[in-house]
């Protein structure tokens, strides 16, 4: 539940008073960390939302489309991640970055799995986290260079995120589409799994590199004539992987 200047309950979600700007939306049911987030982006210029539980945070989303969303996992009524999943399959594009106290790999791995574009650990730096979000809306506002491709039976749209093979619609999920996208421009080059983190998924540092395997794997499963002898999305032992188309 969100709280006024007086500690009072007042009905969810709230909008504070903010400066004009791009939106962001919080959705966090910790009044002190609402009031530290809410004071640290409207400082920087944003226009801010604050959410106290998971299901006014999905009302407030559908109504606002913010620019970002700032999540909290442990929340009132939906659970943190599968606001996540829910966020991410109406609106792919939107960055969520995830701010916790959980720091178990098996969660991080699963937020990844879900579409979460960064996680910051609470204790965390405002630093680091404007950073974060910063970095997440550079990525979003990049132009798409490549918007279609087409390799083998497989036919891709990056800007319509549909994609066909045999001329069967095949079903990729948002993740599934930047990995591939990233491949595609980078064709011929080894990317390490270190590279494919930073770059696909906007961590800096990660504790396993598990999530990217388990990506291609399904991109194998989809796209490829023969998954178990790939011809596309090849490994290239001991360095990562490499497309060629």
């Known amino acids: ?34 009031k530290i987030l809410h004071r640290m982006f409207r400082d920087q210029g944003y226009g801010v939302t604050v959410c106290g539980d998971g299901q006014s945070g999905l009302d407030s989303f ?12 442990m929340l009132p009524n939906i659970f943190g991640r599968d606001v996540c999943k829910v966020i991410k399959a109406e609106h792919p594009e939107t960055p969520v970055i995830v701010v916790s106290a959980i720091s178990e790999v098996a969660d991080k791995v699963l937020l990844l799995e879900l579409g979460a574009d960064d ?26 260079a490549t918007v279609t491709f087409s390799f083998g ?17 095949v079903s990729l999920t948002a993740h599934e ?10 064709a011929e080059r080894v990317l390490s799994r270190e590279e494919l983190l930073n770059e696909v998924w906007g961590y800096q540092s990660y504790p396993t590199t598990r999530t990217v395997d388990n990506h291609i794997l399904k991109l194998r499963q989809k796209l490829e004539p023969d998954a178990a002898e790939p011809r596309y999305l090849q490994t290239v032992y001991g360095a990562g992987y490499k497309f060629v188309p």
């Open 1 to 34: 539940m969100l709280q006024n200047e007086n500690n009072s309950p007042v009905t969810a979600p709230e909008v504070l008073p903010t400066m004009t700007g791009t939106q962001i939306l919080v959705i966090e049911d910790d009044p002190r960390m609402q």
């Open 62 to 73: 559908r109504a606002s489309k913010p620019a970002a969303v700032i999540l909290d996992l």
């Open 119 to 144: 996680y910051v650990t609470k204790p965390f730096s405002p630093r680091e986290l404007m950073a974060r979000v910063q970095a997440a809306l550079r990525r979003r506002q990049k132009p798409i």
């Open 153 to 169: 039976e497989c036919e891709i749209d990056f800007a319509k995120m549909s994609a066909r093979r045999a001329d069967k619609a």
């Open 177 to 186: 589409f930047k990995l591939l996208k990233y491949f595609v421009e980078h």
